[in-house]
């Protein structure tokens, strides 16, 4: 099938609650990665490489940074007269804000209406992997199936955030769903789960919304996905390439961190399938007499004076002398002042380190320091 007979529908705030650190003033797309992208820039990457050039994005709340990054989609080419990419803003119903994905979903049903694809292909954006999704189509046609979702064989931990296990037979149909299994003293369990992407017909998808709202049936697992699994003919496809879930402080850290990794960056930065994102002009990084970098990722834009080590360096961060910055992710235009010494630690954009302050956290308990902040 071709992309072009496809809708793609993206969810940037689904998730926001798992991290509000960083969520607080952003969508959840829009959360700065790897030194040079944003989160969402994978999901429309994923689309666009799949062929699939007609997308909304469903902003619902906290999308001014959201909207200065996409702008009119041109960084992806979706800037188009026809298709291309559009900034949907749905209303709530009768709410200040929303509370529920179905409830979003069905409040932007026109846009969806008057699309002339045939499919819908819905998902978030707060999953870190690069994927074809057209050998998921592909299975979706020739399995007849009525609902085609994505989902991983891995570890899931006690505590995590509620996810959908599922069981499929040797034809990948899924015949069992539950919603946060017990989890025992071990601490984990090795299962299959699901994530991020469906795949469905336009008209399947909304009946399916319409007939939750009308018995204010509105958790989309529970109630779209969950009561409806043995009503249709639902599939498993499975992703067997690299992949990252953010939904914690902890899993951004450690998401960030695998890209040290030459083997994740291999996978994750496709040549064949390339991760795009809005482009600012800077001038090379420079680096002082006295500075040393180990391991590290080093955006454009940057000046360091002091030593860095296993860390994450954005566009145009300043690391004055004497300044040693080891297992940190340092957002945008952040400044760290002379023999300041960090050691794990996030800085969000234009965070301001001053001299001699020492900070230091853990691997599994990272340091964040918000936007704008002086320290």
Known sequence: MKGTNILGLVFPNINDICIPELTSKRAIGSIPFGGKYRLIDFTLSNFVNSGIDKVGVVAEKKFASLMDHLGSGKAWDLSKRRGGLTILSPYSMGADSFTTTVECMYNMRGFVEKA????????????????????????????????????????????????????????????????????????????????????????????????????????????????????FNVYGYEFTGYYSAITSIDTYFKSNMSLMNPLVRADLFNVDRPIFTKVRDDMPSKYGLGSSVKNSLIAQGCVIEGEVENSIISKGVHIGKGAKVENCIIMQDTKIGENAGLSYVICDKDVVIKNGRALMGYDTYPIYIAKDNIV
């Open 116 to 231: 002339k694809e045939e499919y819908v292909l819905l998902t978030t954006s707060n999953n870190i992997f690069n994927c074809d999704y057209t050998k998921m189509i592909e299975q979706h046609m020739n399995t007849n199936a009525d609902i085609t979702l994505m989902y991983v064989h891995g570890k899931i931990s006690k505590g995590a955030a509620a996810p959908l296990v599922i069981t499929t037979d040797t034809d990948n149909k899924i015949t069992d769903m539950v919603i946060n299994p017990r989890v025992e003293n071990s601490g984990e369990v090795e299962c299959d789960y699901l994530f991020s992407s469906a795949f469905m017909k336009k008209e399947l998808f909304l009946d399916l919304l319409v007939d939750c709202v009308s018995i204010n049936a509105l958790d989309f697992r529970r109630n779209f996905i969950l009561d409806n699994y043995k009503r």
